[in-house]
């Protein structure tokens, strides 16, 4: 389930929605709870029960070793996220090398209106998703701390709540 499968799903499809990468995705997701998928054609005879006779019928794709915790399952399953938060380089190492939470100092800059929370995406410099979480301040407090140390979030607003934008137990990589 890394990035090359996404690559070889290619885009959209002639006789669907989203063609072969929607799929990918959705096995992803069965994946992050700990179930197998089979992706294959239903225009087949007896998919299901040739399947189930343990017949070689289409791709199999396993579940990822570690279950995500319900929560992350949760938050992994939002497609609807209610702003994005761009990150730097040093923040998309951080939480992907590291487990590390979203630091306001790791943030380039806020997009839409969201309030502490909710939903948020955070994407890289390019704007490829890297993760998605529950924000600790709201899009406009988020942008007054974007750039900077945590020990300055007091002073910038008056209070603090959080170090972290996103902690990294609300937070799960995509």
Same mark, same amino acid.
Request: positive net charge; aromatic residues 2%.
């Given at each position: 389930?890394?990035?090359? /499968?996404?690559?070889?799903?290619?885009?959209?499809? $002639?006789?669907?929605?989203?063609?072969?990468?929607?799929?990918?995705?959705?096995?992803?997701?069965?994946?992050?709870?700990?179930?197998?998928?089979?992706?294959?054609?239903?225009?087949?005879?007896?998919?299901?029960?040739?399947?189930?006779?343990?017949?070689?019928?289409?791709?199999? /794709?396993?579940?990822?070793?570690?279950?995500?915790?319900?929560?992350?399952?949760?938050?992994?399953?939002?497609?609807?996220?209610?702003?994005?938060?761009?990150?730097?380089?040093?923040?998309?190492?951080? /939480?992907?090398?590291?487990?590390?939470?979203?630091?306001?100092?790791?943030?380039?800059?806020?997009?839409?209106?969201?309030?502490?929370?909710?939903?948020?995406?955070?994407?890289?410099?390019?704007?490829?998703?890297?993760?998605?979480? /529950? $924000?600790?301040?709201?899009?406009?407090?988020?942008?007054?701390?974007?750039?900077?140390?945590?020990?300055?979030?007091?002073?910038?607003?008056?209070?603090?709540?959080?170090?972290?934008?996103?902690?990294?137990?609300?937070?799960?990589?995509?």
């Amino acid at each position: 389930m890394d990035e090359r /499968l996404l690559a070889m799903a290619g885009g959209g499809g $002639v006789l669907g929605r989203g063609g072969m990468v929607t799929k990918v995705r959705a096995a992803r997701l069965a994946a992050r709870s700990g179930c197998a998928t089979v992706i294959a054609s239903g225009r087949g005879e007896n998919v299901l029960v040739r399947l189930r006779q343990a017949e070689s019928v289409g791709t199999l /794709l396993l579940p990822e070793q570690d279950r995500l915790a319900s929560r992350k399952q949760w938050l992994a399953a939002h497609l609807q996220h209610a702003g994005r938060v761009v990150i730097d380089a040093g923040a998309v190492q951080a /939480l992907r090398q590291g487990g590390r939470s979203l630091l306001p100092v790791g943030v380039k800059s806020v997009q839409g209106n969201f309030q502490r929370g909710e939903v948020v995406a955070c994407v890289d410099e390019s704007g490829a998703t890297v993760a998605v979480g /529950l $924000v600790n301040y709201s899009a406009d407090e988020a942008g007054r701390i974007a750039g900077q140390p945590s020990d300055r979030i007091e002073s910038l607003l008056g209070y603090v709540d959080d170090a972290e934008l996103m902690h990294r137990d609300n937070l799960v990589l995509i």
